[in-house]
T-cell receptor, first 112, second 117 residues
Framework: DTAVSQTPKYLVTQMGNDKSIKCEQN?????MYWYKQDSKKFLKIMFS???????INETVPNRFSPKSPDKAHLNLHINSLELGDSAVYFC???????????FGNGTRLTVT | GNSVTQMEGPVTLSEEAFLTINCTYT??????LFWYVQYPGEGLQLLLK???ADDKGSNKGFEATYRKETTSFHLEKGSVQVSDSAVYFC?????WGSGGSNYKLTFGKGTLLTVNP
């Protein structure tokens, strides 16, 4: 069973569109994250939720809106997509600060 | 704020060569330190970790020691293999808030390692 699964794996869309990426974890972890990885492989945290509560919002544009219906799910909705949003988006989860993050395999978003 | 600095890549080695990837950190508290590895087309996975000063993390022949005096956590392997080719990330985990209930992982920029046969 996949521990952290995100869909879709690839997403190609045009500027101005709205899209969503879904993430689910079956590890029973309390905390979930969204990270953005750019073309140079640099990873930057976007959001963190602990038990459905937003903990971290790292100066991400308002066009990005995370939603956590329960602690096993953290979805990412993006409005009015821009070229600069093209990246690989990773969902992750962890149990506590000493525990490692478990990552999904990423969603490669390409905005044309 | 917290930050992680790791050596710029890419690093290219021959099989069985010795590997060192330097990592230093800046943190206000007492963070836990991690190395993650990302193979092509995959997400990151934990390679090793250390949670306090002088701890040594090790896995798959890789080692790193938590050095508080030099704020470093350098990754080493005595003899690399072609299958070790990947991007390696150093990271620190720090916490804040009541009871340290809030925490996040800060990553370095990653180092691409290529091992040639």
């Amino acid at each position: 069973d996949t521990a952290v699964s995100q869909t879709p794996k690839y997403l190609v869309t045009q500027m101005g569109n709205d899209k969503s990426i879904k993430c689910e974890q079956n590890l029973g972890h309390d905390t979930m994250y969204w990270y953005k990885q750019d073309s140079k492989k640099f990873l930057k945290i976007m959001f963190s939720y602990n038990n459905k509560e937003l903990i971290i919002n790292e100066t991400v544009p308002n066009r990005f809106s995370p939603k956590s219906p329960d602690k096993a799910h953290l979805n990412l909705h993006i409005n009015s997509l821009e070229l600069g949003d093209s990246a690989v988006y990773f969902c992750a989860s962890s149990q506590d600060w000493n525990s490692p993050l478990h990552f999904g395999n990423g969603t490669r978003l390409t905005v044309t | 704020g917290n930050s992680v600095t790791q050596m710029e890549g890419p690093v290219t080695l021959s099989e069985e060569a010795f590997l060192t990837i330097n990592c230093t950190y800046t943190a206000t508290g007492y963070p836990s330190l991690f190395w993650y590895v990302q193979y092509p087309g995959e997400g990151l996975q934990l390679l090793l970790k250390a949670t306090k000063a002088d701890d040594k993390g090790s896995n798959k022949g890789f080692e790193a020691t938590y050095r508080k005096e030099t704020t470093s956590f350098h990754l080493e392997k005595g003899s690399v293999q072609v299958s070790d080719s990947a991007v390696y990330f150093c990271a620190l985990s720090d916490r804040w808030g009541s009871g340290g209930s809030n925490y996040k992982l800060t990553f370095g920029k990653g180092t691409l390692l290529t091992v040639n046969p």
